[in-house]
């Protein structure tokens, strides 16, 4: 998966949703790694256990595949 930085457009290389956090060499900017629901665009919450990592919308109220999400950097 590939996002740009929100301050340079510079390409990040995002290798999942293991690693929140993010750093831009391009303009030196710390980032976040957010992903939201496909359907109603709320932010997920990130579960982990034994290994396992899972989205949970509270709104849509279901387990959500890490494939369907909408993933989106931001400033810390």
């Known amino acids: 998966m590939e996002l740009k930085c929100p301050k340079c457009a510079h390409e990040i290389e995002c ?3 293991q690693q929140q956090h993010y750093h831009c060499d391009a303009c030196d900017s710390d980032l976040k790694l957010n992903a939201s629901c496909d359907k109603c665009g709320s932010q997920l919450e990130v579960l982990q256990a034994c290994g396992a990592t899972n989205l949970w919308c509270h709104q849509c109220n279901e387990l959500k ?3 369907s999400a909408v993933y989106s950097l931001s400033e810390e």
Request: net charge positive; aromatic share 0%; no cysteine.
């Open 65 to 67: 595949s890490k494939s």
């Open 15 to 17: 290798s999942g949703i």
